[in-house]
C-alpha cells in the first residue's frame, strides 16, 4: 500500500507542472474540496489493491484470511488512510518528479526497513522492536499477523492497530494541508 506514495507524489507534480491546481484553486472549492477530490480516487485505488491481493493470495495460493476475516475490510481501509497520507504529505513537500522519487523511495524504503517489513522484527532488538512503532507499516504488519497467522487473533490489538492507522493518516494529511 506505501508504495502509493510514489504514484500520488507524481500526480500533484504533473498537475502542478501543467497548471491544473492553480486552475483549480481559481474555481469556486475550498482547499478541502480540492485534496479530497485528489485524495479519494487514490484511496479506491488503495482500497481495490489490498483487496485484490487478499483475494489473490485465497484464490491462487490458498491463503487462509484467519478466522476473523470480516476485520481485514477495516484494517485494508485503515492502512489505505495511512498509505494516502503519507503519499499526499511527500506530494506537498515535493516539487518535481525526481523529488517525489527520491523522498518517495527512501521514505518507503527506511520506513519498511525500520517497521519489519524488510527485516522481521521477530530478529530485530527489543528496542528496535518499540522504535518500529513509529511508523505505521509497523502497526499494519502487527494487525495482519494478528488476523492471518493467529489462530486467536486479539481483536482489540487489531482495532488498536486500526485507530493508530487512522491516526497516522489523518496526521500525515493535516501536516501536508
Not at 33 to 47: R, T, Y
Not at 93 to 109: C, D, S
Request: with cysteine; charged share 10%; glycine share 8%.
Amino acid at each position: 500500500a506505501f508504495f502509493l506514495v510514489l504514484n500520488v507524489g507524481w500526480l500533484f507534480v504533473a498537475e502542478r507542472k501543467h497548471g491544473t491546481l492553480v486552475r483549480l484553486r481559481a474555481a469556486p472549492l475550498t482547499r478541502g474540496q480540492i485534496l479530497m477530490g485528489k485524495l479519494l480516487p487514490c484511496l479506491l485505488v488503495s482500497l481495490l489493491q489490498g483487496f485484490f491481493l487478499l483475494g489473490a493470495g485465497r484464490l491462487v495460493l490458498s491463503m487462509s484470511w484467519g478466522p476473523r476475516p470480516e476485520l481485514l475490510i477495516p484494517l485494508v481501509a485503515c492502512t489505505s488512510v495511512a498509505a494516502v497520507g503519507l503519499s499526499v504529505l511527500v506530494a506537498s513537500v515535493a516539487r518535481t518528479e525526481t523529488q517525489v522519487a527520491v523522498y518517495g523511495t527512501l521514505l518507503v524504503l527506511l520506513l519498511g526497513g525500520i517497521s519489519g517489513s524488510l527485516l522481521p522484527r521477530e530478529l530485530m532488538p527489543e528496542q528496535m522492536k518499540a522504535v518500529s512503532l513509529i511508523t505505521p507499516h509497523a502497526w499494519a504488519l502487527d494487525a495482519y499477523a494478528q488476523l492471518l497467522a493467529s489462530p486467536n487473533p486479539d481483536v482489540n490489538a487489531v482495532l488498536l492497530s486500526c485507530g493508530v492507522l487512522l491516526a497516522f493518516g489523518t496526521a500525515f494529511t493535516l501536516l501536508a494541508w
